[in-house]
């Protein structure tokens, strides 16, 4: 089976995130990119279906040209097939996504692509949505979230975790279906992979773009989030002060909560 | 804006889920901005949904009481064959046919894993943009609405104008204390204490492609301390060296009657499973205590943690970003910290 899997560029961020001083992005400049990590599953699992059953994976991602690498990437990690929506460098929303996407499934030749897979929602926009517009302007059934995927001749059926319940769909193919982290352990690329990546065609097909409804403004980060812990002490030293906190905080067995004004002799109710 | 403001409600067994409650208080601020909309609550059901009382499913009991607190004007039960499960496109297309026949102004919905999904599908039915993982939302004039959302799953905000006749919102059911809209208190609906809004009933039109995805929910999963739900959560990071080195973390989380957590780099390593993620691509939790043990804390893990109540940070390196995001630390080294942690529990509870 020919699988699309489509993938978002977005920064690489560690512990802390910066906005540029016109408020406008993120700040890269310290850091690299990669795919959102719901996507890097959903390449894994394209690969291990193609594996099992034949076929082939085609990456597509939309971006900038630098976006390439991370079609890379992807095909290091045994994906097929790289595309690039390559565009000016301006964020593209999800209807205008959305819209190059289905676009590209009819450029892309002949082949239907019987399933396409998405991320859930990408790390950085956190849309949620672009899968699902791409299954309607294709007209083809979508779900979303999921953790499990089997295939089964015809269709596929596909779970996912909400509120502590499992919860089934059955779905006929051409599909399209978006997945969260956890549905694979995706691999690391190996170096026979690595090599075919950096030499591997990647096909650039240049979408319009169109306004999407929701105009962004600008960027920060919250203000709550910048604050110093108070030290309680160096290594097992600290145990005593830590006990006091948990105490205060009210998590401590009822009978090991150290008893106020005892001096924290520990006395037991 | 004259027509109402509808906001899904989803229900769990003691009544509307709390990201629906969110929903419903941005929904409310919302329509009392918008010029006193009316504000409609909409819940799914079987044919005959909106007449039983007192029985389970109980679309028409639980919902409204706990609705009319939030300043509901009317609940609308969209029924029909094949609305008894969840059915997210047929979900959307009552919507759609509900937006048309009210002229609604907005649909709020919790950004859960159903919300975003109806929402999504909304968004694709009816051509409008949407905007996901609200914090605030207030109209700027005709058909165009001033808002604020999260990215990076609430570690950076977005201001946005959103335009559109209609306004379809998720919203965010962890923002930060101080980033929330809190519901308006002081509503004239919700000042009339025990009154219950009206029910009226609404029948959509749905085709046999409507209906062909839909979930068939399986029993339960084992009771126990849930991650999402856990009053304590234990976190360890790539601090704790390997996988034998939980078995220190989940003996002190046993003590304290919660569970264990881990950082990404734990899961990607095999070291825990998936299930056990707290952070953006895994659950977010909001316990009494986090006590986070070596966790460098980077932003994807600390966005699972936004409103967990107090933060205890136990690493080696006083420079972690953890610490800046901590009420407390400890500096050293874990293996060290956590056995003397529970030795002291455990000597307080023998004494």
Redesign the interface.
Known sequence: MDILVCVKRVPM?????V?TADGQE?DTRMSGFTVS??EECAVEEAVRITERSGGSVTVLTLGPPEAADQVREMLALGAHRGVLLETDGREW???AT?AAIAWAVGELGPTPFPLILFGN?A???????VG??V???LGR?????IKRLELTGEGLRAG?????????????MPAVVSV???IN?PRYPSLPGRLRAKRAQITVLRPQWQA?????????????????????????D???E??R??GE?????S????RAGTGG????A | MSGPVLCLLERDGEGVAAGSLRALGLARSLADAAGGSQLTAVVFGPPGAEHVVGAEPVVADTVPADAAAAGVSDVCVVSGEGLSGYAPLAWARGLEQLIAAEQACAVVAAATDHGSEVIAHLGALTGLPVAANCIAVSPAGADSWQLVRQRWAGSVLEDAVLDAPCALLTVATDALPGDAVAPESGSPAASDGASRPPVRMFGPVLDDADLQVCATESAEQSAGVSLATARVVVGGGRGVGGPEGFAALEELAGLLGGVVGVSRVVTSQGWRPHRQQVGQTGTKISPELYLACGISGAIQHMAGCLTAKHIVAVNTDPDAPIISRAEYAVIGDLNEVIPALVAAIRAAGDS
């Open positions: 961020v560690g512990g802390k995130v906005v993120v990590p719901h929303g999800p209807v959305s929602e790390a950085d926009t956190g849309g949620y949505q699902i517009r299954a309607h302007a059934p979508c779900v979303t979230g996912r975790e909400y509120r502590g319940a499992q919860e089934e769909f059955e779905v006929a969260k982290e956890g352990l999407d409804g929701l105009r962004k403004v600008g960027l920060r980060v919250p203000a709550s989030s910048a604050t110093r812990a108070q030290v309680l002490g160096q290594g097992a600290a145990v005593p830590l006990m906190v948990l905080i009210g998590v401590l067995p009978v090991a909560r150290p002799d520990g006395a037991a």
